[in-house]
């Protein structure tokens, strides 16, 4: 079974500042993983996903992420944010297995401050 | 875009009604998932399923049901609405058998009075 936990409930930052959100997991198995983005009254939407091969991901809307195996972290990162960037951050992960399910963090709200 | 949705997307319904909560997806994935969400929380897995005929519920209790006859729907009923179900279903389904990504309908916000 897999588990995901993020770090920070809530991540405060001001406009054009970088950021990074922290996302830990357990796994006794080799995994996927991702990052989403939720806006007011939406559904996710993808940000970024880990499959394999270069540990460093780049996703949409300048983020980006690096999956490290040693410390079973996936931290999402942006050097520049934006006001737009205000949402909620999903970490989430799967296992390898057909069977998997995909399992969520708590969540992140990041708030950018003009 | 992804070929996923939710209706409708905002219902109030009084106690003790019965309820069904539609969500379909024209991509032709396998898997398809509810989660239940609280406004600013995480998202917990109710239900999902692997193909037709085939459902599991999920880590949370949920006193809700699903069912899956066709590959492209997969409706959640409940049966007795009550106000402890206020919340966000959101609905997904995943590319390929396994789970390489996720998409997501926009929600279903239930209001039980």
């Known amino acids: 079974a897999q588990s995901v936990t993020q770090l920070d409930s809530q991540v405060p930052v001001f406009e054009e500042a970088p950021v990074e959100l922290r996302c830990n997991y357990s796994?006794?198995?080799?995994?996927?993983l991702f990052w989403y983005v939720q806006y007011p009254n939406q559904g996710l939407q993808l940000l970024l996903k880990?499959?394999?091969?270069?540990?460093l991901v780049k996703g949409i809307n300048g983020f980006e992420a690096e999956f490290n195996k040693s410390q079973t972290s996936f931290h999402l990162r942006k050097p520049s944010v934006h006001i737009s960037d205000t949402a909620e951050y999903f970490c989430a992960v799967s296992g390898y297995s057909s069977a998997s399910k995909i399992i969520f963090g708590s969540g992140t709200r990041l708030s950018i401050r003009p | 875009e992804a070929d996923i949705y939710q209706t409708p997307r905002y219902l109030v319904i009084g106690t003790g009604k019965k309820i069904t909560l539609e969500c379909s997806q024209t991509?032709?994935?396998?898997?398809m998932y509810w989660y239940q969400q609280d406004p600013g929380m995480e998202l917990h897995l109710i239900h999902y399923?692997?193909?037709?005929?085939?459902?599991e519920k999920g880590d949370l209790s949920s006193e809700s049901t699903v069912s899956r006859i066709r590959t492209e729907h997969f409706p959640l009923t409940l049966e007795s609405a009550r106000p402890s179900h206020t919340s966000q279903y959101l609905c997904?389904?995943?590319?390929?058998?396994?789970?390489?990504?996720?998409?997501f309908g926009q929600g279903t916000r239930l209001t039980v009075v």
């Open positions: 991509m032709g994935h396998d898997k």
């Open positions: 880990y499959l394999s091969g270069s540990t």
């Open positions: 796994s006794s198995v080799s995994v996927y």
């Open positions: 997904a389904s995943t590319l390929g058998r396994m789970n390489t990504e996720a998409f």
């Open positions: 399923s692997y193909g037709v005929n085939s459902t």
